[in-house]
C-alpha cells in the first residue's frame, strides 16, 4: 500500500488536482493528502466529489477548459505542482471524437500553459492507447512506435510530445507515465476498454453473468489501484536530476478475461461471464499491447509493482462486498 509518511512542512507542496472525481483523482487526492497535508492538496472538478473526501480537504468547482479560471486558481492558492487528471479516454471518444479533441487537446495546453507561466511542476498521464500493433505485442519498450487507432490514444501522443517540446523550449518539468487499465474497488471506470476488468468483480458478487465486451483469450497490462497511486506519487516527488525521460511505461501484469474469470473463481466459485461479439472494446483492445516494458522506470526512480492478480481478486472483492454491506 501506499506509504503514509508525512512530509515536513518544508518539503510539502501545495498540489491542485484537475479531474480529481475520476477513478486515479479520487484516489490521489486522499493519498497525497496524507502525505503532504489536507490543507497542502486541493481538489477540483466540473462537478461535486460523489464522496465526501472534500470534507477533509478543500474542492474547487473548476474547468479545465477556462484558463483564466485555472491561472486564478494557481495564484490565489499558491501552487506548486498541478496533477492534470481530466479526460475522455478510449471507448467514449470513440462514440464522441470532437469532445474528445476538444478536453484532452485544449485542456492540456491550458495546462501546461498555465504550469509555463506560474513555473509549476506539471504531471499529466499518458495511456498504453499511444501504442498500436506497429508498437510490438510483448513488452512493449518506451520509445516503440507510436501510430495510435483510436482518437484517444491521438491525444495522448499529442500529450507526450507537446509536454516533451514545453520541457526543451521552456523548462518545463513535465512528467508522464503510460497507464494501463487501472482496476480500483473504490471508484466505478469511466469508459476505457479495461473497464470489463471492474465490472466482472461487480457482478460475480452480485451473482450475474457479465457481458464481456473483449474476448476470452485477449491480454492487456492491468496495474491495481495501490500500485497506481505508489507509482505516481514516486514519480510527482522524484527529484528531477534522476529522470532520464518525460514519459515512462508503468506496468503491473497482464491477463485476459478467461484469467481473470479463473482468478474470481478461486473466492466465488460460481462466477461466470459471456462475451459479446463485434464490441468496439475488442478492436480497441487488440490493437493494444499484451504487456509493457517499463524498465527504465524501474531503474530511474524505483518503480516496482507489489501486486499480483490473485491477490488483487481477494481484495476487490472483499472491498466491493464491504461496500455493497454483503
Not at 518525460?246 to 466465488?268: C, D, H, M, Q
Request: charged fraction near 25%.
Amino acid at each position: 500500500m501506499l506509504s503514509r509518511t508525512r512530509f515536513t512542512h518544508s518539503v510539502a507542496k501545495r498540489t491542485l488536482i484537475i479531474g480529481a472525481n475520476g477513478q486515479i483523482g479520487s484516489e490521489l487526492v486522499t493519498a497525497l493528502r496524507l502525505r503532504h497535508g489536507a490543507d497542502n492538496v486541493i481538489a477540483a472538478d466540473v462537478v461535486a466529489p460523489p464522496t465526501p473526501f472534500d470534507k477533509r480537504g478543500r474542492f474547487l468547482y473548476l474547468d479545465v477548459m477556462d484558463q483564466n479560471a485555472l491561472n486564478k486558481v494557481v495564484v490565489d492558492e499558491g501552487i506548486d505542482w498541478v496533477v492534470h487528471l481530466a479526460a475522455i479516454m478510449s471507448v467514449r471518444g470513440e462514440s464522441n471524437p470532437q469532445a474528445c479533441l476538444d478536453l484532452n487537446v485544449t485542456g492540456l495546453r491550458h495546462v501546461f500553459e498555465t504550469c509555463r507561466l506560474h513555473k509549476l511542476r506539471c504531471f499529466a498521464p499518458s495511456t498504453m492507447a499511444v501504442f498500436s500493433p506497429e508498437s510490438g505485442k510483448v513488452m512493449t519498450k518506451d520509445d516503440a512506435t507510436l501510430n495510435p487507432t483510436t482518437v484517444y490514444g491521438i491525444t495522448k501522443v499529442f500529450l507526450e510530445q507537446l509536454g516533451g517540446y514545453y520541457s526543451r523550449k521552456y523548462g518545463l518539468d513535465f512528467r508522464s507515465v503510460r497507464y494501463p487499465g487501472i482496476i480500483s474497488s473504490d471508484t466505478l471506470p469511466g469508459g476505457g476498454t479495461t473497464d470489463y476488468a471492474v465490472w466482472m468483480y461487480h457482478y460475480a458478487i452480485e451473482g450475474k453473468v457479465y457481458a464481456c465486451p473483449v474476448e476470452a483469450n485477449e491480454p492487456l497490462p492491468m496495474m491495481f489501484g495501490p500500485d497506481c497511486l505508489d507509482g505516481t506519487v514516486a514519480l510527482l516527488e522524484a527529484p528531477k536530476e534522476k529522470l532520464k525521460r518525460n514519459v515512462y511505461n508503468l506496468a503491473g501484469f497482464s491477463f485476459t478475461p478467461a484469467e481473470l474469470l479463473t482468478s474470481i473463481r478461486k473466492v466465488i466459485p460460481d462466477a461466470a461471464i459471456a462475451y459479446e461479439s463485434g464490441k468496439v472494446q475488442q478492436e480497441i483492445a487488440h490493437s493494444w499491447p499484451d504487456s509493457l516494458d517499463d524498465s527504465n522506470a524501474r531503474r530511474d526512480w524505483g518503480w516496482n509493482t507489489k501486486w499480483d492478480l490473485d491477490r488483487m481478486t481477494v481484495e476487490m472483492i472483499k472491498a466491493i462486498r464491504k461496500q455493497k454491506g454483503l
